[in-house]
């Protein structure tokens, strides 16, 4: 916590947490996942910043809502402003038998609205563009059960280490992807201590298919 100028005793006090369990996760002899998620809420920083020394938005183009400006739910009767376009929300999905993701309901609860510059500057077509809620813990602490996660249909190419929606067998998932030799894939969760990493070789490999990259998302703490 140097960087933060606070002692452990301090950073014990604020966060409810004892001062062994403090040492421990500095000295990184245990992981504590969740401890790592109460204790941004008492610094008030991001889970990335105590887990990695840095911030999502310098760790990765996946950036948070603070970053990428304003978030609003809306309906039919709220008007569009002129930089502003309608995306789809999804707060429960199922997957098509093909790629792509439809709504359990018809889609007429809200949505959630964009900048068209905001969008633009990540290269995403709003035409391409759905929200969906991530449900579980498996990659906790950066996205929490109920985070609303971005998905750019359009780019479906594994860049290592990104984060991405697949079907994996009918299932939505949000993993980090990285290529193997021979068409392979290991799929991977932040909570690694509940969830280690997932090896499909070439021929396993064929039940996933990438829905799209995750290209923003928001978390109420």
């Avoid at 000295?27 to 020394?53: D, F, H, M, N």
């Avoid at 068209?116 to 391409?128: E, G, H, I, Y």
């Avoid at 299932?171 to 799929?187: A, D, F, S």
Wanted: one cysteine or more.
């Amino acid at each position: 916590m140097t960087e933060l100028n606070l002692t452990q005793r301090e950073v014990a006090d604020m966060s409810g947490l004892s001062q062994v369990t403090i040492h421990k996760l500095i000295s990184g002899k245990v992981k504590g996942t969740t401890k790592i998620l109460e204790l941004s809420k008492a610094l008030q920083c991001s889970p990335e910043r105590l887990l990695y020394g840095i911030d999502p938005i310098k760790r990765d183009p996946v950036q948070n809502a603070s970053y990428m400006g304003m978030l609003d739910a809306w309906d039919d009767s709220t008007t569009l402003g002129e930089d502003e376009v309608e995306l789809p929300f999804y707060t429960e999905v199922q997957l098509a038998a093909g790629n792509g993701i439809i709504a359990v309901n018809e889609n007429r609860g809200p949505k959630l609205r964009f900048s068209k510059s905001t969008l633009r500057n990540q290269k995403v077509d709003p035409l391409a563009a759905v929200c969906v809620k991530v449900a579980g813990n498996s990659m906790e602490p950066v996205l929490p059960n109920n985070t609303t996660v971005g998905i750019d249909t359009a780019t479906k190419n594994i860049i290592d280490g990104k984060m991405y929606a697949i079907n994996h067998d009918g299932m939505l998932r949000i993993k980090l992807l990285y290529k193997l030799p021979g068409n392979g894939i290991r799929v991977r969760s932040y909570n690694q201590d509940e969830y280690p990493d997932e090896i499909y070789p070439g021929d396993q490999a064929k039940v996933i298919t990438v829905i799209g990259k995750i290209f923003w998302y928001s978390v109420l703490l």
